[in-house]
């Protein structure tokens, strides 16, 4: 499938905003000193006590009253907004399938967790609630302030490690909101958290205990699962829980895909496969 671009870059323009917003306060970087097509939000929303952060890549194909697809990409432990940008460079890979026709123009919006610890797994605990923050604030913060981000704009998620165990929770949890989900080299059971963070599990601990365990979670859900692919490397620290994940699926009958590439658990694999992930949702579009 070939997409048709844009002749027209869109307009961009610098902005704080305070009683119009639904944030208390919101401020966009101005576009005199972006680079390579991407922006920054910050907000405070109560969510998290305070202000969170949001990289944006917006293609220039995009104009004002266009109405484009959301993809959200959510980072795994120690990262932050800008991970997914400057350790994977996604932004100029997708740019550059947009200008091939291969990818259509979409807007990548990348998040911080909420920067708890070494990671707060996107989970509501210690008084945070990380799991509103991406399904509320994040959406909510993207559409008010990027021309071509819509109510009606097709929703997307996918991340990395922890964020894969946040994108499949999320995407699961909250099916009606997305069009598609994916994971790469995801957690797959909160207890794996230990493997890389020096918090207490019980920071974590959840009222619900399917919303620890993705096989958990996609069974409760499976009435409402959006499409669904996940990956991971070969020689990954996480194979064999992915490949635990993939085979109690099949168990249940639950539909998905599952692809295991030569790879370790490091951004050289996820800055590759990230892109079949891309592919993956402009095909449900």
Sequence with gaps: MTYLLAETPKASSYSIKHNMSGFRTIEISNPQYEANNLRFITVKTPNLKGRGDICVFVPREVRKNDVVPIVILLH??????WSWAHQAGVHLKANELIKQGVLPPMIIAMPSDGLWGDGSAYLPHSTYDFEKWITEDVVNAVIESIDGADVTSPLFISGLSMGGFGALHIGAKYGPMFRAMSGHSAITSLP?????????????????????????????????????????????????YNRELHQKMDNEGIPHTYEEYPGEHE???????????LKFFAGRL
């Excluded at 795994?76 to 907004?81: N, P, Q, R």
Aim: charged letters at 25%.
């Design 267 to 277: 951004w050289p694999y996820w800055s590759d496969h990230i892109i079949t992930s």
């Design 76 to 81: 795994g432990v120690y990262g932050s907004a």
């Design 192 to 240: 794996q958290m230990r493997l890389f963070v020096e918090e207490k599990l019980k920071n974590y601990l959840q009222l619900n205990s399917l919303d620890e365990d993705l096989a958990e979670t996609f069974k409760h859900y499976r009435h409402q699962l959006p499409p669904m692919r996940f990956d991971c490397g070969k020689s990954d620290i996480l194979i064999g």
